[in-house]
């Protein structure tokens, strides 16, 4: 009976909207959903090191359908890095799945930078809250709004 | 009412349905004011239990906060699926956050596989809980849990 409702829900999903995972900046993925499923972990491979910020999430940064998803969506927008890679686990479920086999982490959101994974929402709040986060976009050379602020307020 | 629940537009109807009467011996026996935010052991939920266990037992904590936040979700009354823990423990001294993260992940692997959809953590060493004893709060729920199959299936397994 499950796997019914999986058939049926995935019908569904991909009959409605023909909808590939797509990263923030409005940049389409162009592969085609089947390669995806086909070899989830070498794509993945690929899709981090694409961009140096990468989010797995659940909704769009412009609509998340998750709070935790949320809170590293916000996290970014306070830092200013509006150029990042999203990519929305709900559209794919093998996405879902092979993002969380890939990373070896049981949950969504999961953050990357630079192609390292650097872990979920706790993490990048922490990191957010003691101040790691700005030097490691520093690293991307990624310039964060709230050193510019900072440094404006001297 | 779910006294838990945060003022979003979004939980409106999960308030509505927790209205209807429930009939399973855990809603009798719970006054709605169950959310409490001490930690008393729950006899009758089997997998904060296991948490507290598994964790106990791998990471000799100091101190250990186990919070079923499932109310905060979109999730049916009574659910085992959305946690948040606080662990301190001299075994995460010298490790970087992500480790300590997958330390606790690994020690609750079965269940993170089954029936627990969430997990937020707080992994602290004992000086650093000295220096800030205070339990971080989860974001508000943005319902991705409703309608969503793969919750419905973890919380399937959760009642097996």
Known sequence: MNSLIKIT????????????????????????????????????????????????????????????????VQILRMHGVDEYAAYNVLEDQDLRQGVKDFSNWPTIPQVYFNGEFVGGCDILLQMHQNGDLVDELQKLGISSALLNAEKESK | MQGGLLPHPLMLPTVLRCARPISTSLALSRPLAHFRPHMDPDP?????????????????????????????????????????????????EGLALIKRHR???????????????ALAIQAKTPEQ????????????????????????????????
């Not at chain 1, 019908?11 to 993925?29: E, K, M, N, V």
């Not at chain 2, 079923?68 to 301190?88: Q, W, Y």
């Not at chain 2, 220096?131 to 397994?157: F, I, Q, W, Y």
Request: hydrophobic residues 35%; proline residues 8%; contains cysteine.
């Open chain 1, 9 to 72: 829900a995935r019908c569904l999903r991909s009959g409605a909207q023909a909808y590939l995972p797509r990263p923030a900046d409005g940049r389409t993925w162009s592969a085609p959903a089947r390669f995806l499923c086909a070899d989830v972990k070498k794509d993945l491979g690929e899709i981090v090191k694409k961009d140096k910020v990468v989010v797995f999430m659940k909704g769009t940064p412009a609509q998340p359908m998750c709070g935790f998803s949320n809170a590293v």
């Open chain 2, 44 to 92: 009758s939920r089997p997998v904060e239990r296991a948490i507290r266990s598994k964790l106990t037992n791998t990471l000799q904590p100091d101190y250990l906060e186990v919070h079923n936040e499932s109310h905060m979700h979109a999730v049916p009354p009574g659910s085992e699926s959305h946690f948040r823990v606080l662990v301190v423990s001299s075994q995460f």
């Open chain 2, 129 to 160: 809980w000295g220096s800030n004893p205070t339990l971080a709060k989860s974001p508000p729920c943005m319902g991705g849990s409703r309608g969503d199959h793969t919750v419905e299936e973890k919380l399937k397994g959760g009642r097996e």
């Open chain 2, 103 to 117: 330390l606790v992940n690994e020690a609750l692997k079965e269940e993170l596989s089954s029936c627990v959809h």
